[in-house]
Nanobody, 125 residues
Framework: QVQLVESGGGLVQAGDSLTLSCVDS????????TGWFRQAPGKEREFVAG????????YYADSVKGRITISCDNAKKTVNLQMNGLKPEDTAVYYC??????????????????WGQGTQVTVSS
């Protein structure tokens, strides 16, 4: 059974940095890709970043380019999201999700088959 577990969320101040981690017990092989999404209260879930099965190709939403870096370590089956220069509008529940390699970097939540429970990130002004 696929299981994704996020960690690293918390309460930070504007301008701070935070690294989220996702342990994906099923991450393996060339058929796999992972994405990070976020959902703020009253808003739809939105794509933040994605990464290919071999960790070599990264994808970013325009709203976070230059501030967020996605990386992965397949030996540890983890996908990390390094966030810098956090803003109050980054406040949301952050989710990692698994998809087929053909959908790597897809911004559409419907392309992702399995999701973690999410981790809350709150940025105070």
């Amino acid at each position: 059974q696929v299981q994704l577990v996020e960690s690293g969320g918390g309460l930070v101040q504007a301008g701070d940095s935070l690294t989220l981690s996702c342990v994906d017990s099923a991450r393996a092989g060339k058929t796999y890709a992972t994405g990070w999404f976020r959902q703020a209260p009253g808003k739809e879930r939105e794509f933040v970043a994605g990464i290919s099965w071999n960790c070599e190709t990264q994808y970013y939403a325009d709203s976070v380019k230059g501030r967020i870096t996605i990386s992965c370590d397949n030996a540890k089956k983890t996908v990390n999201l390094q966030m810098n220069g956090l803003k109050p509008e980054d406040t949301a529940v952050y989710y990692c999700a698994a998809t087929h390699a053909g959908y790597a970097g897809s911004p559409h939540a419907g392309h992702y088959d399995n999701w973690g429970q999410g981790t809350q990130v709150t940025v105070s002004s």
